[in-house]
């Protein structure tokens, strides 16, 4: 049982400050459940300058079933590492057992420093990312205003009506153009706010010679087939009017072969924008993203790229922050790419650079990188404060709710679709890749069910899996992700083919309407404070079943999800005989039927449920 376990997370409950300045010392709490067993020494290991410490904890008090344990450790290093040494009585002959709890779970043997806790000086992410629910959109299919529907079709492009077929594969994947518009986003920010969004995530708006935009010929333009400058300052004014942010998305590893920085490079081998790129001595050749030759690959070495694109006065990264653009900030495409290639790695000077840039401008902006696989070694704060990545979140979600019978791209592997998995599968997953996060990190990464990447999750889920999984984003740490057409359960098998135009008055195109169900879920995240700066606790992962609590000193969130209809004894969730109770009334959220006793808990499948239990009460010392 997860939850009858020693537990810390590094959130606001066990952590005195998140992100202290050197020299301090930061007060860690751990919680020991007493049937669990009883702890006779507890140390806290933290490192400093590379060699372990050792800080021993004393007992602060007892609260609800749970033992506290309080220590302190010394700042010294910008990411300090820390793991628990629990001790408990062991037989006469052995002598103590000895456990060890890191951010990837509770071991009887020592682990590596890489699954650590951290507490780091990196810059959190903003206040108002923490209960934030991201709507991403891909601007050319997500609405046409009037204004675009006088505009040609550019010469790359080939016309499509508002119902032609997405293609997912063929010739004319990055050139069917539908024309959706940036007046045509402005026109739903009403859907969007009554679906709970307040963050607009907008994949790239610069020109290019494609449908999706990362092939930029221009960073200082509005693409004007999406109404140019003036229609982006009107979204954002829009937005901020209604209290939500607008990102922008930012390709830093390459441009497109159109791109005048590009085009000068080649003509002019002496021309500055030369050095912004990779050729060969008699450049006939030059590196690309993963050599799609209208993508040539930015070389982060050139100083004079640094200047364009970051540090000068009105570089790409900062003229869509200022005036009157004014947007909250940046998902950075293919952050992991970004200053790598071969035996060069520069990505972290790089991403430190932007960020730095990024808060000069506005301290209160975010920074997001895409880091598709493990994010942990890269994401840690100092560059980007979050990840977008699928590794710790999406991909074992689709695992554990997949149709075996589904054929989709899962994440460019050679597998035909995601091998089913269990419960305990997925905790395993989530912890592992995860574990490298520090907590405010954790709180900004993205929580996806897909994106514009990926397949759809309505392709790839059991019936009802994609409201589960959606109920999950919106509770589990980091920032609730909703690709525009998730609401309307659309389908896609890939990315190209999940780029799918939204049916905002054909009614007959909606798969599954679920706004009323995400309405209830964001209004949920956005009035608890349980999910805003709670920790989180998992109870159970068997099977068929994930269970988990978000915990704050208000009140505390109980979440279970199914995949099939579940019965199981209520004591096996290792609950409060308060809290017990608490699952005989009416709960805050459920997609499907249940019934609850004392003793036991049956829930129809595939569900969600969440109630709200009392608050965490930590003992004074």
Not at 303 to 320: C, I, K, M, N, P
């Amino acid at each position: 049982m997860a939850g009858n376990q020693p537990h810390h997370d590094g959130s606001a409950l066990y952590v005195g400050s998140s992100t202290p300045e050197l020299g301090q010392r930061v007060t860690l709490r751990l919680r020991v459940p007493q049937d669990w067993g009883t702890a006779s020494r507890v140390w806290v290991r933290s490192v400093q300058d590379a060699e372990p410490r050792y800080d021993e904890a004393t007992v602060v008090g007892n609260s609800g079933g749970w033992v506290w344990w309080e220590t302190t450790i010394l700042h010294v290093n910008p990411v300090a590492l820390y793991r628990f040494v629990i001790e408990t009585a062991g037989s006469e002959d052995d002598g103590p057992s000895y456990w060890y709890l890191n951010n990837a779970g509770l071991y009887n043997r020592d682990t590596s420093d890489y699954n650590d806790f951290r507490v780091t000086t990196a810059k959190a992410a903003p206040a108002w990312s923490h209960d934030a629910v991201m709507y991403q959109v891909f601007p050319d299919r997500f609405a046409r205003s009037e204004k675009a529907a006088g505009l040609p079709t550019p010469d790359w492009g080939v016309a499509c009506d508002w119902d032609t077929p997405v293609q997912g594969s063929g010739p004319d994947v990055a050139r069917q153009f539908y024309g959706g518009d940036l007046d045509g986003v402005t026109e739903k920010l009403d859907e969007l706010e009554a679906l709970g969004a307040d963050i607009v995530y907008l994949t790239p708006f610069f020109p290019g010679r494609s449908n999706h935009r990362y092939d930029a010929s221009t960073f200082m333009e509005v693409d004007p087939l999406l109404g140019g400058d003036e229609a982006l300052i009107r979204l954002v004014e829009a937005a901020h009017a209604r209290g939500m942010k607008v990102m922008g998305d930012l390709t830093s590893n390459h441009t497109g072969d159109a791109h005048e920085w590009f085009k000068r490079a080649q003509a002019d081998p002496n021309s500055v924008e030369a050095s912004f790129y990779y050729f060969n001595e008699d450049r006939t050749e030059y590196e690309s993203w993963w050599g799609v030759k209208s993508l040539p690959k930015l070389n982060w070495a050139s100083a004079a790229l640094r200047e364009a694109f970051v540090t000068g006065q009105d570089s790409v990264v900062a003229h869509w922050l200022k005036p009157p653009f004014n947007l909250d900030g940046w998902r950075i495409d293919v952050g992991n790419m970004t200053g790598r290639l071969g035996a060069q790695n520069i990505n972290k000077e790089v991403a430190a650079l932007i960020q730095d840039r990024i808060l000069e401008i506005n301290p209160n902006a975010l920074l997001l990188g895409e880091e598709t696989s493990d994010a942990g070694a890269d994401v840690d704060g100092f560059g980007w404060q979050g990840a977008m990545t699928y590794s710790n979140f999406t991909r074992p979600l689709w695992q554990w709710l997949a149709d075996p019978a589904a054929r989709v791209d899962f994440f460019g592997t050679p597998l035909a679709g995601p091998p089913k998995v269990g419960a305990d599968v997925v905790l395993e997953t989530h912890r592992d890749l995860s574990s490298a996060f520090s907590w405010p990190v954790r709180k900004a990464t993205m929580n996806a069910l897909n994106t514009h990447d990926t397949a759809r999750a309505a392709s790839v889920m059991i019936a009802g899996g994609p409201l589960v999984a959606a109920a999950l984003s919106m509770l589990v740490p980091g920032i609730a992700v909703v690709f525009a057409g998730d609401e309307f359960g659309l389908k896609g098998w890939n990315g190209e083919d999940s780029r799918t135009p939204i049916p905002w008055e054909e009614p007959d195109r909606v798969v599954t309407d679920l706004r009323s169900a995400y309405a209830a879920l964001t209004e949920l995240r956005h009035t608890s404070p349980a999910v805003s700066d709670g920790g989180m606790r998992w109870l159970m992962a068997d099977g068929d079943v994930l269970a988990f609590v978000r915990e704050s000193p208000e009140e505390s969130l109980l979440v279970i999800a199914t995949r099939s209809p579940a019965l199981f004894p209520v004591t096996e969730l290792g609950l409060s005989a308060a809290d017990v109770q608490a699952l005989m009334l009416v709960p805050a959220f459920a997609t499907a039927e249940f019934g609850a006793t004392e003793e036991k808990l049956q829930l129809d499948g595939p569900g969600a449920y969440v109630w709200r239990l009392a608050g965490v009460t930590i003992p004074e010392a």
